[in-house]
């Protein structure tokens, strides 16, 4: 049986540039629902690169992953995302690393606003894959209030708390190939 080594975290910001790998890459949020659990929810379609160690990306909000069509609808409605007027999460930011674990200062923009943003996660590599190619993983994650940009849904439960909390985590898992 062969087992697979995981690679060491750097402290060295990569230069050039690196593309997400969007097989060997996730990512998606997840909110507090109704106090005792969390709802998770992937985004599949979703872009990022890394140019001298500065972050860019976007996500399709329409590419939200949920098992109910309804719900999905009511994600897309103003009451959310607004995705018809609003169809693009965006982030850019500047990696900084210390020892693999990674800072990147940045801004957010969702719905038409945007924030700041800190990022913080863990930077492996770099690896040299059967092609020939430089990669490194990314694994990000950062806490957002959803109401600072415009999510403001919400349900009064029958003890007067509210149904989803505004606390939202997001979570990224990026492979990034070096680019020619």
Request: hydrophobic share 40%; charged share 20%; net charge negative.
């Amino acid at each position: 049986m062969s087992t697979i080594a995981p690679q060491q975290q750097t402290s060295t910001v990569p230069a050039g540039t690196f593309q997400v790998d969007r097989v060997h890459s996730s990512l998606g949020f997840e909110v507090r629902y109704m106090g005792i659990a969390f709802f998770k929810a992937p985004v599949t379609d979703f872009d990022a690169s890394l140019v001298d160690g500065k972050l860019a990306g976007a996500a399709r909000v329409a590419s939200i992953e949920v098992k109910d069509e309804n719900f999905h609808g009511h994600l897309m409605s103003p009451e959310f995302f607004d995705g018809a007027q609003y169809p693009e999460v965006t982030f850019a930011g500047e990696l900084a690393s210390t020892d693999g674990n990674v800072d990147i200062d940045g801004e957010i923009t969702i719905k038409g606003v945007t924030k700041p943003a800190v990022l913080r996660g863990t930077l492996t590599g770099p690896l040299a894959d059967p092609y020939g190619n430089a990669r490194y993983g990314l694994e990000l994650t950062t806490k957002i209030d959803r109401t600072a940009f415009g999510l403001n849904w919400n349900s009064d439960m029958p003890d007067g708390t509210k149904a989803l909390a505004n606390e939202v985590t997001l979570k990224a898992e990026l492979s990034l190939v070096a680019q020619a």
